[in-house]
């Protein structure tokens, strides 16, 4: 795609759950251990409600969109119109709701806010961990406008207990002058893993890297891996035992190791982390970079000017299908919240109710730039011809999903995956077998084995949700 815009495993119980975030960043220093589960927000009713995000309000650095704030300011607004109750926006930077701790720590303290959201990748935390408000009743039948894979991950025994906003499938920016500088053109953007290593090989100059990948240790660096297992036709568990001991996983696994130990890609990232398009594609750090397609927008607002494209994630040949992760956040109410069903009505009339259908059409096409997550807003952007006019939607759902362009209100997505949910142990395992063959050079067969085994110690047990996506 050419220019877009300008440019160790002891069981696991439920109640375990929200005490295994040792393995997150700063986590170590993180006490008292987040038992306290049951802590619920101590304001009183009549207050405020408060809800966490790392959207708004906010302003500068690689993450901050003004169209984002904007949406989000007007939310409270319209709320305080709709129910004459008052909703406070509490933000917190990117990295620490991704990447830190502060929210398990709130959750412990007993201190937890009202409204939150999570993605995927972490919902067993706070479902095990008892934390989340049955949504279901107040959804009713809203909850069949939703598509299926973007509810799959955020409901357990029919019972819904997030509500999504978007998709997110990933794909690869690129830097345009990069390229020309390289003497390269559209027609050398890689479809296959060893043109990505041959071409990032031939970006490379003394400041520059080839391709950005995420190297900390996090729930976001097993996102961006997910895609490379799929393609090579692995998975990370089978029911409740491990599948990581495989072909499959050992050759995803040696695609990350060799990006690094060629030289390809970083062993470090730079400002707000692997998916800070500003601070590392923008600034000449790399020359491509994984990121959502929402990723867009990052660099329109933080890196005004500068010329970049996009395209799918290379498979590991031509034969092979370019899967991609879905990714996207999800409203969820605390349970132990004083005011969790006024918290429930708002998530409700927020995202998911009939009159949220415009609003969730301008989070979408305009403040966040991604797919909804309800056929009706699909639908709603369909008709008003704001598919067909935006380059960047048109790739997400042809290019990347593989959605017909005669259907793009498709409820089946050839090319995407939802991400899917595990333990946090199960996901620490997964980050410890990229840390090693990354960071250790650890052959990635030996890291797979060990992986294996320490996903089957931590899901011996396991009574949790169902894992998967």
Request: glycine share 12%; charged share 20%; net charge negative.
């Amino acid at each position: 795609m050419t220019d877009t815009r300008s440019g160790g495993g002891r069981p696991l119980g439920r109640r375990s759950l929200l005490r295994s975030g040792g393995f997150l960043a700063g986590a170590a220093t993180l006490t008292p251990a987040l038992t306290a589960c049951a802590g619920g927000a101590s304001a009183s009713p009549g207050a405020p409600l408060d809800f966490w995000q790392w959207y708004a309000p906010q302003s500068g650095g690689g993450y901050a969109v003004s169209k984002q704030n904007d949406w989000f300011a007007k939310l409270v607004k319209d709320w305080r119109k709709e129910s004459g109750a008052q909703l406070d926006l509490t933000y917190i930077p990117v990295s620490q709701y991704t990447e830190g701790t502060q929210l398990q720590a709130a959750f412990s303290a007993g201190q937890a806010p009202d409204l939150f959201i999570i993605s995927p990748g972490d919902f067993l935390r706070y479902h095990n961990g008892g934390v989340l408000y049955d949504l279901t009743d107040e959804l009713g039948l809203a909850a069949d406008d939703f598509y299926a894979s973007a509810l799959a991950t955020r409901t357990v025994d029919g019972r819904i207990y997030a509500l999504p906003m978007e998709n997110e499938p990933q794909c690869v920016f690129y830097d345009h002058d990069a390229f020309e500088k390289a003497g390269l053109s559209e027609g050398d953007l890689p479809t296959t893993w060893d043109q990505l290593l041959a071409v990032g090989d031939k970006l490379r100059t003394r400041t520059r890297y080839g391709f950005i990948l995420p190297t900390d240790p996090t729930v976001y660096q097993v996102f961006c891996w997910y895609p490379y297992l799929w393609q090579a036709g692995g998975d990370i568990v089978d029911g409740t035992s491990s599948a990581f001991d495989s072909a499959a996983c050992v050759k995803a696994l040696g695609l990350w190791r060799e990006l690094v130990q060629s030289g390809v890609t970083p062993r470090t990232t730079q400002g707000g982390g692997g998916g800070d398009l500003v601070a590392n594609l923008a600034a000449g750090y790399g020359a491509m970079q994984q990121m959502t397609i929402p990723g867009s927008m990052f660099l329109d607002e933080g890196a005004k000017g500068f010329r970049y494209g996009m395209f799918p994630l290379p498979a590991p040949d031509r034969a092979a299908k370019p899967l991609t992760c879905m990714g996207g956040w999800a409203i969820c109410v605390n349970k132990k919240s004083p005011r969790a069903r006024e918290a429930a009505r708002f998530a409700v009339w927020a995202v998911a109710g009939e009159e949220s259908r415009d609003r969730m059409v301008d989070w979408a096409f305009d403040a966040k730039v991604t797919l909804p997550a309800r056929r009706s807003v699909m639908e709603e952007a369909v008709e008003r011809g704001l598919l067909k006019s935006d380059k960047v939607m048109q790739f997400a759902a042809s290019d990347v999903l593989g959605l017909p362009k005669d259907d793009p209100g498709s409820s089946t997505t050839p090319l995407g995956r939802g991400e899917p949910r595990f333990p946090p142990e199960v996901a620490k395992a997964v980050m410890d077998a990229l840390q090693a063959v990354m960071l250790s050079g650890t052959d990635p067969r030996t890291a797979a084995q060990r992986a294996s085994k320490q996903i089957d110690s931590a899901l011996t047990g396991y009574d949790g949700a169902s894992m998967g996506s």
